[in-house]
């Protein structure tokens, strides 16, 4: 089984690489997302334009504090994405090859534990094992998030046509330049699929930060709740929506234009 | 002659480009060898075909030759040098490899696939767009329509040449094929195969070619060594005398029913005695016509135009018809072949033909002569008797080269 995102907004890519559209489609495909986005968020401004705040909403939702929640988030995201994939990557390449594959029901069921322990669980888990703040997040994010990369990584390196890489092994290519020339690019769309679903579970996971002391747009979400604002929880939610959309857009670009020509 | 001389007969008209020594391929669990101590010589400059029943070892010994299946024991010699332990990798640019599924990288451009082992051998990059394109035109294709094409972009036949450049790119002394042409329709396959044999006139190749289709291996190989289980050769010798002299029952079997027939594919038109059919001039009187047509023992008269191209068939009730042009009776010129064409394929065209003979014309369509069933009947008694001559004479010259008892 493979990883395929299935995110809001943006047609679903398919785990074998379907062709990118063609310019026009592509136009029209990447735009509508971030219209979509900025009409929330100019909706969203108006409407808090036009509330009364009081003394703690006003606080709670400083500009500093939403930009610093969001940048914190990105980063969150981000860096543990970053772990994720050089943990991930690796490991399923190891895991294909003959000498190492017995070790794969080891890490797949650890990896497979990860992610079945919900991750309000795993977060609280680490902090309570390891400490609270930005780095003990970014551990609890990985290791949430590690399976699919992982197991999206291993699909992709075995899905490869075995003739095609027969054909390499008897023109000469050494083991490392059929893995390097041929496996890795032809398992990139594959692995990238993965990389996405990653993503923006981390960017979703991330909203729980806020629990582990570890910052985000949750600390807006759960600022409202713990102070009884819905005006400022309902600012949060449509801000983290927002930025999980926003990013994987992004993805999704990424995707398209890091995927060989010619699959 | 003994049968075990008589499955290998001596044949060493060049030079020696790969030995294999009791070649020998085991797999564990398995009672039999795969490989059961192959040893043959694979002269230079030679397609030599490997056939054989579905799993009687011929793809494991062609993949053992490059080393991508590694012998249990026995020793492989390329040009006299003992490659067996030799770096495999090393070993494998040194030899185009092409297999059935071609295995083009279809994240690599048609002029990538091609400049891949150039490259791993660091030619420089003028050289290797030099080679690329020269490959592609080699193979029939237009370098600056191809180049930058991705194999999805191609055909099957197309794919099949690119996999056959491929394989060239280095200039490899040697080739390993491993049924090229097998998942191709059997019209592209026989143009291929066509081309192939044109093209290897030209680089002169050791190939060693493997299919499970006797009459691709007749076809294409200069020498068959047809394989029984375990890799055994039950005959190693060239095409006609293969067919003309099998050395026991299961090389019979494996031919199968037609050899005579089968042995007409290794016959040009060119190689032959054409038939005299009468001809005359499209704008030739009646009587003319009539005249030519006494003259001969045949049964019709091709009327050919002032370029001697084929016009019309006529015969002596279409020359009674006067109601009608000459030109307007008869039958149309069928079953037109060319000096190229095989015997066989010539034979197929005059079977369609309604006028019992094929009409050979050369490349500018001008008429050269006919097929007909006689000249098939001649060439096929030469064929045997030259086979069987040969096999005298050979005989012959063991027993006088057989060293003295005393």
Same mark, same amino acid.
């Given at each position: 089984?493979?990883?395929?995102?299935e995110?809001?907004?943006?047609?679903?890519?398919?785990?074998?690489?379907?062709?990118?559209?063609?310019?026009?489609?592509?136009?029209? %495909?990447?735009?509508?997302?971030?219209?979509?986005?900025?009409?929330?968020?100019?909706?969203?401004?108006?409407?808090?334009?036009?509330?009364?705040?009081?003394?703690?909403?006003? %606080?709670?939702?400083?500009?500093?504090?939403?930009?610093?929640?969001?940048?914190?988030?990105?980063?969150?995201?981000?860096?543990?994405?970053?772990?994720?994939?050089?943990?991930?990557?690796?490991?399923?390449?190891?895991?294909? %090859?003959?000498?190492?594959?017995?070790?794969?029901?080891?890490?797949?069921?650890?990896?497979?534990?990860?992610?079945?322990?919900?991750?309000?669980g795993?977060?609280?888990?680490?902090?309570?094992?390891?400490?609270?703040?930005?780095?003990?997040?970014i551990?609890?994010?990985?290791?949430?998030?590690?399976?699919?990369?992982?197991?999206?990584?291993?699909?992709?390196?075995?899905?490869?046509?075995?003739?095609?890489?027969?054909a390499?092994?008897?023109?000469?290519?050494?083991?490392?330049?059929?893995?390097?020339?041929l496996?890795?690019?032809?398992?990139?769309?594959?692995?990238?699929?993965?990389v996405?679903?990653?993503l923006?579970?981390?960017?979703?996971?991330?909203?729980?930060?806020?629990?582990?002391?570890?910052?985000g747009?949750?600390?807006?979400?759960?600022?409202?709740l713990?102070?009884? %604002?819905?005006v400022?929880?309902?600012?949060?939610?449509?801000?983290?929506?927002?930025?999980?959309?926003?990013?994987?857009?992004?993805?999704?670009?990424?995707?398209?234009?890091?995927?060989?020509?010619?699959? | 002659?003994?049968?075990?001389?008589?499955?290998?007969?001596?044949?060493?008209?060049?030079?020696?480009?790969?030995?294999?020594e009791?070649?020998?391929? !085991?797999? /564990?669990?398995? +009672?039999? #060898?795969?490989?059961? &101590?192959?040893?043959?010589?694979?002269p230079?400059? &030679?397609?030599?075909?490997?056939?054989?029943p579905?799993?009687?070892?011929? =793809?494991?010994t062609?993949?053992?030759?490059?080393?991508?299946?590694? #012998?249990?024991?026995?020793?492989?010699?390329?040009?006299?040098?003992?490659?067996?332990?030799?770096?495999?990798? +090393?070993?494998?640019?040194?030899?185009?490899?092409?297999?059935?599924?071609?295995?083009?990288? #279809?994240?690599? =451009?048609?002029?990538?696939?091609?400049?891949?082992?150039?490259?791993?051998?660091?030619?420089?990059?003028?050289?290797?767009?030099?080679?690329?394109?020269?490959?592609?035109?080699?193979?029939?294709?237009?370098?600056?329509?191809?180049r930058?094409?991705?194999?999805?972009?191609?055909? @099957?036949?197309?794919?099949?040449?690119v996999?056959?450049?491929?394989?060239?790119?280095?200039? /490899?002394?040697?080739?390993?094929?491993?049924?090229?042409?097998?998942? *191709?329709?059997?019209? =592209? !396959?026989?143009?291929?195969?066509?081309?192939?044999?044109?093209?290897?006139?030209? *680089?002169?190749?050791?190939?060693?070619?493997?299919?499970?289709?006797?009459?691709?291996?007749? +076809?294409?190989?200069? !020498? *068959?060594?047809? $394989?029984?289980?375990?890799?055994?050769i039950?005959?190693?010798?060239?095409?006609?005398?293969?067919?003309?002299? #099998?050395?026991?029952?299961?090389?019979?079997?494996?031919?199968?029913?037609?050899?005579?027939?089968? @042995?007409?594919?290794?016959?040009r038109?060119?190689?032959? &005695?054409?038939?005299?059919?009468?001809?005359?001039?499209?704008t030739?009187?009646?009587?003319?016509v009539?005249?030519?047509?006494? !003259?001969?023992?045949?049964g019709?008269?091709?009327?050919?135009?002032?370029?001697?191209?084929?016009?019309?068939?006529?015969?002596?009730?279409d020359?009674?018809?006067?109601?009608?042009? $000459?030109?307007?009776?008869?039958?149309?010129?069928?079953?037109?072949?060319?000096?190229?064409?095989?015997?066989?394929?010539?034979?197929?065209?005059?079977?369609?033909?309604?006028?019992?003979?094929?009409?050979?014309?050369?490349?500018?369509?001008?008429?050269?002569?006919?097929?007909?069933?006689?000249?098939?009947?001649?060439?096929?008694?030469?064929?045997?008797?030259?086979?069987?001559?040969?096999?005298?004479? $050979?005989?012959?010259?063991?027993?006088?080269?057989?060293?003295?008892?005393?």
């Open positions: 089984m493979a990883f395929v995102p995110p809001a907004g943006v047609p679903q890519a398919a785990v074998t690489g379907v062709a990118a559209p063609r310019w026009p489609g592509r136009v029209a %495909r990447y735009a509508t997302v971030p219209l979509l986005i900025t009409f929330a968020l100019i909706l969203l401004y108006i409407y808090l334009g036009a509330q009364e705040l009081d003394s703690i909403e006003a %606080r709670l939702l400083t500009r500093e504090k939403i930009t610093a929640a969001a940048t914190r988030h990105l980063w969150l995201s981000t860096v543990s994405t970053f772990f994720v994939i050089a943990i991930a990557v690796p490991l399923g390449i190891m895991l294909t %090859r003959p000498l190492t594959k017995r070790l794969t029901p080891l890490f797949l069921g650890l990896a497979n534990g990860g992610q079945t322990v919900p991750s309000i795993v977060l609280v888990l680490f902090a309570l094992w390891f400490g609270i703040g930005f780095k003990y997040t551990i609890a994010l990985v290791a949430y998030a590690i399976l699919p990369v992982l197991r999206n990584t291993m699909v992709g390196l075995e899905q490869v046509d075995p003739f095609i890489i027969e390499g092994r008897g023109m000469g290519l050494t083991k490392l330049g059929v893995l390097t020339r496996e890795l690019p032809l398992a990139v769309p594959v692995i990238l699929a993965g996405r679903t990653a923006i579970i981390n960017v979703g996971t991330a909203t729980l930060a806020t629990f582990v002391n570890g910052g747009l949750g600390n807006i979400i759960n600022g409202g713990t102070s009884g %604002r819905d400022v929880t309902f600012t949060g939610a449509v801000l983290t929506a927002a930025f999980a959309l926003f990013i994987d857009w992004l993805a999704g670009i990424a995707e398209d234009f890091l995927r060989p020509k010619g699959l | 002659m003994t049968e075990a001389t008589k499955a290998q007969r001596a044949h060493s008209d060049g030079e020696v480009m790969i030995r294999l009791k070649l020998e391929k !085991r797999y /564990p669990g398995q +009672k039999q #060898p795969a490989v059961s &101590e192959l040893t043959m010589e694979i230079e400059g &030679e397609i030599v075909i490997l056939v054989g579905s799993g009687c070892g011929k =793809t494991t062609l993949k053992m030759i490059n080393r991508v299946i590694e #012998p249990t024991s026995g020793r492989i010699l390329l040009e006299g040098d003992d490659v067996t332990n030799a770096n495999p990798d +090393k070993l494998r640019r040194r030899m185009g490899y092409v297999i059935q599924q071609i295995g083009l990288f #279809p994240h690599m =451009t048609i002029a990538q696939n091609i400049a891949l082992v150039p490259r791993l051998l660091e030619w420089d990059k003028r050289r290797i767009d030099l080679r690329v394109d020269e490959l592609l035109d080699l193979v029939g294709m237009d370098p600056s329509k191809y930058n094409r991705y194999p999805k972009e191609l055909s @099957g036949g197309q794919r099949q040449r996999g056959v450049a491929r394989a060239l790119s280095a200039d /490899p002394p040697v080739m390993l094929m491993d049924e090229p042409f097998g998942a *191709i329709d059997p019209i =592209t !396959r026989d143009r291929l195969q066509n081309e192939f044999l044109r093209l290897q006139e030209e *680089i002169k190749k050791t190939i060693v070619f493997v299919t499970h289709d006797i009459d691709e291996a007749i +076809k294409m190989g200069d !020498r *068959i060594a047809i $394989l029984r289980d375990e890799s055994r039950a005959q190693y010798d060239k095409p006609e005398h293969i067919l003309s002299d #099998p050395a026991d029952s299961f090389v019979e079997d494996f031919i199968g029913r037609g050899a005579s027939l089968k @042995g007409l594919n290794l016959k038109v060119r190689d032959v &005695e054409l038939a005299d059919w009468p001809t005359a001039p499209q030739a009187s009646r009587g003319e009539l005249e030519a047509l006494r !003259r001969s023992d045949q019709a008269v091709l009327l050919l135009d002032e370029r001697r191209r084929p016009r019309r068939w006529v015969d002596a009730r020359l009674d018809r006067t109601d009608k042009p $000459l030109l307007e009776t008869g039958l149309p010129p069928e079953a037109i072949v060319r000096p190229a064409t095989t015997l066989l394929d010539a034979l197929n065209e005059m079977l369609k033909s309604r006028v019992a003979c094929a009409i050979v014309v050369d490349d500018s369509e001008a008429y050269q002569g006919a097929v007909d069933i006689d000249t098939i009947m001649e060439s096929i008694q030469s064929m045997r008797a030259a086979a069987r001559d040969e096999s005298r004479a $050979l005989a012959g010259a063991e027993i006088r080269t057989r060293p003295d008892p005393s």
